[in-house]
């Protein structure tokens, strides 16, 4: 069974202020993707960044980047220089990649709210 | 590149009435997935769909809830008749049939029955 827990329900930061969104998993699948998903207010899941289990080097996009730490299992969002825009629900999901076509589990989300 | 298209965007409706999501994935994308979206949740996934073909429904409520994907494109996700408890927003995404996968998804329907 595949789990994922995100323990922060709102995080408050200034622009330009880095922020880490927090992600524990917990899968039974021996080859496996994470993956965080952005959602504004229109209700549209973006796809931000995904991280494969075995990828020795951690994942960047950008101003994201994914801080996997895999005997933690943890792969927690670090956003950088944050701007007013990334305002939105951000959800961390999980699938095993070992067979094609897997659906996402995915957590509860947290609120990031940026001000100026 | 057109992203998942879906329409309508909103519905709402009476309970016990029926209603219908249409969905257009990715243009190549042989992985289609039907979620739903409680407020203040993740989404989870009702039916997913590779080519025609079901390959996992084990979290659709039968009884009411009925999808298809006829000529391996677009989709069809359908309510009757509706509960309360169906008011959420059902997302739409697509993949390529792979194991990676990486899902992309559409703006969503939102629906409330009232």
């Known amino acids: 069974a595949q789990k994922i827990t995100q323990t922060q329900p709102g995080m408050f930061v200034q622009e330009k202020e880095a922020v880490t969104l927090d992600c524990t998993y917990d899968?039974?699948?021996?080859?496996?993707?994470l993956f965080w998903y952005k959602q504004p207010s229109s209700g549209e899941m973006i796809f931000l960044i995904y991280q494969g289990s075995y990828d020795q080097q951690n994942a960047t996009e950008g101003r994201y980047s994914l801080n996997f730490q895999k005997a933690r299992k943890s792969a927690n969002l670090v956003i950088s220089a944050s701007q007013l825009g990334d305002s939105a629900m951000y959800f961390c999901?999980?699938?095993?990649?070992?067979?094609?076509?897997?659906?996402?589990?995915f957590g509860k989300g947290t609120t990031l709210s940026v001000s100026s | 590149e057109a992203g998942v298209a879906q329409s309508p965007r909103y519905k709402i409706i009476e309970k016990r009435q029926s209603v219908a999501f249409w969905c257009n994935p990715i243009s190549g994308h042989a992985t289609l997935y039907w979620y739903q979206q409680i407020l203040g949740q993740g989404p989870k996934l009702l039916i997913q769909f590779q080519n025609n073909g079901v390959v996992d429904d084990s979290q659709l409520p039968k009884d009411r809830f009925s999808a298809e994907r006829l000529k391996g494109v677009d989709s069809t996700l359908k309510i009757q008749p509706a509960k309360l408890e169906d008011s959420a927003v059902y997302l739409c995404?697509?993949?390529?049939?792979?194991?990676?996968?990486?899902?992309?998804f559409g703006p969503g329907t939102r629906l409330l029955v009232l």
């Open positions: 995404a697509s993949s390529f049939w792979d194991s990676e996968g990486t899902q992309y």
């Open positions: 899968t039974s699948d021996p080859s496996y993707g």
């Open positions: 999901a999980t699938k095993g990649t070992d067979q094609a076509g897997t659906a996402l589990i």
